[in-house]
């Protein structure tokens, strides 16, 4: 095969792989095809925990065409038991001449297990094509493995021109188009959990779910950020439909009579130390305690929507991997907004954060830029 050639077969792969985004937690999203005389013979995908890996998942499409072929897959097949067989076992026992694997597992304690065992049996094994789409696809579990089970985490912000979140009455409906909130109901499915303050509850009182016309969604868990507990009973995120929890994430020593209420009524409740940082004159909540407390309990990503002041915190600690900023071409013209960051800045412009990998969209006429910070 040729250079292109390999291109080409491991983009399909990706594609494959995209399939089941927002399903696969926590496992990464994983594709592979079958190729035979520079034909496709076999395609699959990872499609949930517990489910067939795509490397069998191609070759059993493939059937006896897979004798002799080369398998293309975004990940490298594991070479241990888990839920499932190893791959690296199926790929032998199908006769495949050749493995074509686009990045290393992230998890260092397999990272090569399966290429070794591969090449062992005397199978050539190429690594490396389109190793940056596939790392991108699965950003958030390389993050998740590689650093503690901390989450991955997103900030999304939809923001006037003038860099404002809502009036200064808190009305935010809408800032940005229908088109980027569509966009932004695919980030909530993809993602294991949404997190937003309690003034963003309190003001615009969200479902936080991911509603897509005629596709079938996965919620994200919502966590609130809610030191005093002053979540109203009536709220939509504990009273609706769905079966994502909501989190409810409170200091040490809030009401334990409000606690049991919203326990009764199904929510998970949190609790976590505060503290105020110099300069500040409120307590918040210890918000890298509570990334060690989400990832206890399997939250690979978590997308954050707000408000000012949450946005603010989340980067002021460092806990920000991924930025989403929609632009709307709207100005409000005033000083009396909501600004999309609240809290102290830096003094000097040399020590804004920096965005990299910076990449533009449009979504009707809003413009979406997203970047990482680290």
């Known amino acids: 095969m040729s250079e292109m050639d390999d291109i080409q077969y491991m983009q399909e792969a990706l594609a494959l792989a995209a399939k089941a985004r927002g399903y696969t937690s926590p496992n990464p999203m994983v594709g592979a095809v079958v190729v035979r005389n520079s034909n496709i013979v076999g395609r699959g995908w990872h499609h949930a925990p517990g489910l067939p890996h795509a490397e069998v998942e191609a070759i059993n499409d493939a059937g006896k065409n897979a004798e002799g072929a080369d398998i293309y897959v975004t990940l490298e097949p ?44 005397g199978i050539p094994v190429d690594v490396g094509v389109c190793r940056e789409e596939a790392e991108t696809l699965i950003e958030d579990f390389i993050w998740y493995v590689q650093n503690d089970k901390k989450p991955f985490v997103i900030l999304k912000c939809a923001a006037t021109l ?18 980027s909130r569509k966009y932004v109901h695919e980030l909530r499915h993809a993602c294991e959990a949404i997190l937003v303050g309690s003034g963003t509850l309190k003001n615009d009182n969200p479902s936080l779910t991911a509603r897509l016309e005629g596709v079938e969604t996965r919620d994200p868990k919502r966590v609130i950020l809610d030191s005093s507990l002053s979540i109203s009973p009536d709220a939509r995120v504990l009273n609706q439909p769905s079966n994502a929890e909501t989190i409810i994430v409170t200091s040490i020593d809030a009401s334990m009579q409000k606690a049991k209420e919203l326990q009764a009524m199904g929510a998970t409740l949190i609790r976590v130390p505060c503290r105020n940082n110099a300069g500040e004159t409120y307590n918040r909540l210890d918000l890298p305690y509570l990334m060690n407390e989400l990832g206890k309990i399997g939250v690979m990503s978590l997308l954050v929507e707000g408000g000012g002041r949450v946005a603010g915190s989340f980067l002021s600690e460092t806990l920000v991997n991924k930025v989403m900023f929609f632009i709307a071409p709207k100005i409000l013209g005033g000083d009396d907004g909501i600004p999309v960051c609240r809290g102290k800045g830096p003094l000097l412009m040399k020590d804004a954060f920096q965005l990299k990998r910076v990449d533009i969209a449009r979504f009707d006429d809003d413009t979406l830029v997203s970047g990482y910070l680290k």
């Open 78 to 121: 594991c070479n241990h038991y888990g839920k499932t067989p190893p791959c690296t076992r199926k790929i032998v026992e199908a006769g495949i001449r050749r493995v074509v694997v686009a990045t290393e597992d992230p998890n260092p304690f397999v990272k090569g297990g399966g290429i070794d065992f591969l090449r062992s049996m």
């Open 162 to 179: 003038d860099g404002r979140l809502a009036t200064s009455t808190g009305d935010s409906r809408w800032v940005t188009s229908s088109a």
